[in-house]
């Protein structure tokens, strides 16, 4: 016998339109390109969002087509977020950091009819959309006085977004959707092979919007204003777009200016509680908030995702009185798959027994299934020592890639496969030890680099640490530090020995480190580690400090 209950889809567009409804005035702020601040309601971004959705109603497009976005986090890609998916066509978010290459394989890939670019990226995008081959045009996310002068010949159409808007009033009814239908797209980064297109559902999108948000994790409520650092071309910033307008929540969307002085200042002139982003832009941020002698207060909560949260965040972070709340997660989930959210009683341990849990990836929120397998697909205890493949499933984990039909990231039985490595404990602690293609077995036992790199991280000269897999004649695999040193600070290999000797087993200790100027990092902020090892993974490089005397 069914339910007797209403059978109402989940759409996207309703999420916008309720925070219109009830948080009509509650501000959306965003920062220009001229780092000026754009500010209107939640009303007026449904307007403009329904205005939108009537003129890609009327450019000649069929249902399911994907239209690219090329954009920061600002007001115009927010109104795409909602208008693209409502109007039944697809978002694709395309990274600007991707080389030219990669973006006319993804454009092509996904077969984009349109594509909506801030102006900055005028230039990338006269680079790359004469090879897209289904673009029928490309929009200016800009008012008619802003629009790229001096554009290439042979681009398809341009067009200005203002005008798009302009040319229409907002009597718009959404169309009726099967919540199943395809809203989003995001390619995976493409660190191995060819990057792959994950394609989000409104009824996933909607789901996941809600579980980011329960207590415990992103926790945003109607009287907060939170900051997404963590980028919309990217994931769908973690959610926090659609998470922030189903509570009515006021939204700080910070444009291009990531370094410590932009955020900040946002920060304090929109009074942001609650931050979301890579370890990286926190770090930068606290080192600028601590020389400048200010504090990152009200922000009180900061979600830290996108690589392992490093102790030294957690503490400088404390410091601020703000918490650091780790999560984990990746394209293909939508993303959140884990956060280190502590139960009551563990609430009550010691504080160096709470620091090691929230180093953990944490525990699955309600939805999503985790387990972890050994070489043989078997599936492991979870006694946080045996180190499997993490594998997941769930309403809002991709069930395959798009135009691609490789099934080598799915199991047998319907889970997918990560490509992390990590262990699970009794309470269902998850800890990623490594990326697999990153493991380093020496003498065929198992080294956590992001261990070894968050240990490093806490030595006050170091800004920046790597560990990667060097080659060795006898173990096969040693780890080697690759070390950015804070400006103006020194390191010796026996200091450094030192300070990471008491904290782990002295066969995981690195013989040596290499000191570097930067670190290699990824589209998404991620260290390139396959970069580091072939430029840095010979036993014997020239560049090597030992860390013992002997
Ligand atoms: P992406 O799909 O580009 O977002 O990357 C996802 C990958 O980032 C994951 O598979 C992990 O390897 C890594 N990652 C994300 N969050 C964390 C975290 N909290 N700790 C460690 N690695 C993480």
Redesign the pocket.
């Known amino acids: 016998m069914l339910g007797l209950m209403m059978d109402a889809p989940l759409r996207i567009p309703d999420i916008l339109e309720h925070a219109a409804k009830y948080y009509p005035k509650t501000e959306i702020v965003s920062r220009n390109e001229d780092s000026t601040l754009h500010r209107y309601g939640y009303a007026d971004a449904a307007r403009r969002a329904r205005q939108l959705a009537k003129a890609l109603s009327r450019m000649g497009l069929e249902r399911g087509d994907r239209i690219a976005t090329l954009a920061w986090n600002n007001h115009r890609h927010f109104e795409l977020y909602y208008a693209v998916p409502g109007a039944g066509l697809v978002c694709h978010t395309v990274n600007p950091r991707l080389f030219p290459e990669q973006l006319v394989f993804i454009l092509n890939d996904a077969q984009d009819r349109y594509l909506f670019s801030d102006v900055a990226f005028a230039r990338l995008v006269a680079g790359v959309a004469p090879y897209a081959k289904s673009l029928r045009g490309i929009v200016f996310n800009c008012d008619r006085d802003h629009m790229p002068k001096d554009l290439p010949d042979g681009l398809p159409p341009v067009l200005c977004y203002e005008d798009l808007i302009d040319a229409e009033d907002d009597d718009f009814e959404w169309p009726v959707l099967d919540e199943r239908t395809a809203s989003g797209m995001c390619y ?2 493409g660190t191995t092979g060819n990057p792959k297109g994950v394609l989000y559902s409104h009824r996933s999108t909607v789901l996941h919007a809600m579980a980011v948000n329960q207590p415990g994790l992103f926790g945003i409520a109607p009287d907060e204003t939170v900051l997404p650092v963590v980028p919309m071309f ?2 769908n910033a973690w959610c926090v777009p659609y998470a922030a307008a189903l509570v009515g929540a006021r939204l700080v969307l910070p444009g291009p200016r990531l370094d410590g002085p932009g955020l900040l200042e946002v920060i304090h002139g929109e009074k942001v509680t609650i931050g979301a982003g890579v370890p990286t832009i926190w770090l930068n941020l606290v080192n600028y908030a601590d020389q400048a002698g200010q504090s990152v207060a009200p922000m009180n909560r900061v979600v ?6 490093p102790q030294t965040l957690i503490e400088r972070l404390a410091a601020h009185k703000a918490l650091a709340v ?7 989930t939508s ?1 959140l798959g884990a956060v280190s959210v502590l139960s009551a009683e563990q609430q009550y341990l010691p504080e160096a027994e709470k620091m090691k849990l929230m180093l953990k ?1 944490g525990r699955a929120p309600f939805g999503i299934e985790m387990r972890i397998a050994g070489p043989d697909g078997k599936e492991l205890p979870w006694d946080g020592v045996a180190r499997g493949d993490l594998e997941v499933r769930g309403p809002w984990i991709a069930s395959g890639y798009f135009n691609n039909t490789d099934r080598s990231q799915f199991t047998g039985d319907g889970w997918f496969k ?3 490595i990590s262990t699970i404990d009794a309470d269902g602690f998850m800890n ?1 030890v490594d ?1 697999s293609k990153d493991v380093i077995k020496s003498g065929g036992e198992w080294i956590s680099s ?1 261990e070894l790199e968050n240990l490093a991280m806490g030595h006050p000269s170091v800004l920046e640490a790597a560990v990667i897999a060097r080659a060795d004649s006898r173990w096969s695999e040693r780890p080697r530090y690759i070390i950015v040193l804070r400006e103006g600070k020194m390191l010796t290999g026996p200091e450094l020995r030192a300070f990471i000797a008491p904290h782990v087993a002295t066969w995981w200790i690195p013989e040596d480190m290499i000191i570097v100027t930067e670190l290699p990092h990824g589209a ?1 902020g ?1 260290v390139l580690k396959v970069d580091l090892r072939a430029r840095y993974g010979a036993e014997n490089h020239p560049d090597a400090i030992r860390l013992s005397d002997q």
């Open positions: 995976t980064s990217h994931v830290v995702g996108g690589a392992a949260c780790h999560a984990w997660g990746m394209t293909e993303p990836q990560t490509g992390d990623i990326r992001i998404t991620k």
